[in-house]
């Protein structure tokens, strides 16, 4: 679906709040449901077409319409136990059924304007239900545990010239340097191979001041390419573990990153 239709100021009824797409036969058993982010309405299931159903809550302007939402943000305890509600609700439907989730915070004017909209989108929304169908998103982060050691033998000592505390110095940046670029290879290396247990991977850019992390990636992977993506960070981590890094997998996870088309 394209960008949310939040719910303004001027809507009169309560707006629909949306937390994905769900394509399964049957209706999807939502009375078990989670609790979703706060002050929303029970979780229902309207039906879009034969198979595919929104999964939706009634939403009160009074806690998010525009106007409510532009100061709700200014609230990081609010935003974050929206968002975990928010990711609650969609995880619990991942072995349902092929998922496409939703961004937080997304709104329609009413059930007829979100249905209107998927609808809409039918074309896209059948390409991107082929795309992830029978697969789920796997997290990798590769990061360094340990800082890079200056050789032993000479740290082990107190310095006896001018002389050698330059050459110590000179020798803390040419291991700073060598680990520097033996970290990237990993990192590299990790991503190249890793990748090919899945159908689509993306390498996100590290943040500014990410600190230890070296990779940070997602795959889109089936059941039988997960379980290798399993083995194979695994066995790495284990390699890797002796040079003060750690390789770890996280998921499955909704498939936030593989929205936007091919990667």
């Known amino acids: 679906m394209g960008g949310a239709l939040r719910a303004g100021p001027r809507v009169s009824g309560p707006a629909t709040y949306v937390y994905?797409?769900?394509?399964?036969?049957?209706?999807?058993?939502?009375?078990?449901?989670?609790?979703?982010?706060?002050?929303?309405g029970p979780l229902r299931a309207l039906p879009v077409r034969d198979g595919v159903w929104l999964l939706a809550a009634t939403a009160p302007l009074a806690?998010?319409?525009?106007?409510?939402?532009?100061?709700?943000?200014?609230?990081?305890?609010?935003?974050?136990?929206?968002?975990?509600?928010?990711?609650r609700v969609v995880e619990s439907f991942l072995a349902a059924g092929t998922l496409l989730p939703m961004k937080l915070f997304t709104l329609f004017t009413g059930d007829a304007a979100a249905l209107e909209r998927s609808r809409?989108?039918?074309?896209?929304?059948?390409?991107?239900?082929?795309?992830?169908?029978?697969?789920?998103?796997?997290?990798?982060?590769l990061r360094r545990t340990e800082?890079?050691?200056?050789?032993?033998?000479?740290?082990a000592r107190p310095v006896a010239s001018g002389?050698?505390?330059?050459?110590?110095?000179?020798?803390?940046r040419v291991v700073r340097r060598e680990t520097t670029a033996g970290d990237?290879?990993?990192?590299?290396?990790?991503?190249?191979?890793?990748?090919?247990?899945?159908?689509?991977a993306v390498r996100k850019p590290l943040a500014e001041g990410a600190g230890r992390v070296l990779l940070d990636?997602?795959?889109?992977?089936?059941?039988?390419?997960?379980?290798?993506?399993?083995?194979?960070?695994?066995?790495?981590?284990?390699?890797?573990?002796?040079?003060?890094?750690?390789?770890?997998?996280?998921?499955?996870w909704p498939a936030y990153h593989f929205l936007e088309g091919p990667r």
Do not use: M
Not at 226 to 239: H, S, T
């Open 63 to 87: 806690r998010y319409g525009a106007d409510a939402i532009e100061r709700g943000l200014q609230d990081l305890d609010w935003v974050s136990r929206c968002a975990l509600g928010h990711e």
């Open 20 to 40: 994905g797409l769900l394509e399964r036969k049957a209706p999807p058993a939502v009375a078990q449901a989670p609790a979703g982010p706060p002050g929303l």
């Open 163 to 172: 002389r050698e505390f330059l050459q110590r110095k000179l020798d803390e």
């Open 184 to 200: 990237r290879r990993a990192a590299d290396s990790a991503f190249r191979d890793l990748k090919r247990h899945a159908s689509a």
């Open 217 to 252: 990636a997602v795959f889109l992977a089936t059941k039988a390419g997960a379980a290798a993506l399993r083995r194979d960070v695994a066995a790495r981590a284990r390699a890797v573990r002796a040079d003060g890094l750690e390789l770890v997998l996280t998921g499955p």
């Open 147 to 155: 800082q890079a050691q200056a050789p032993a033998r000479r740290a």
């Open 120 to 141: 809409a989108d039918a074309a896209r929304v059948a390409q991107l239900l082929k795309r992830l169908r029978g697969k789920a998103e796997w997290g990798v982060r």
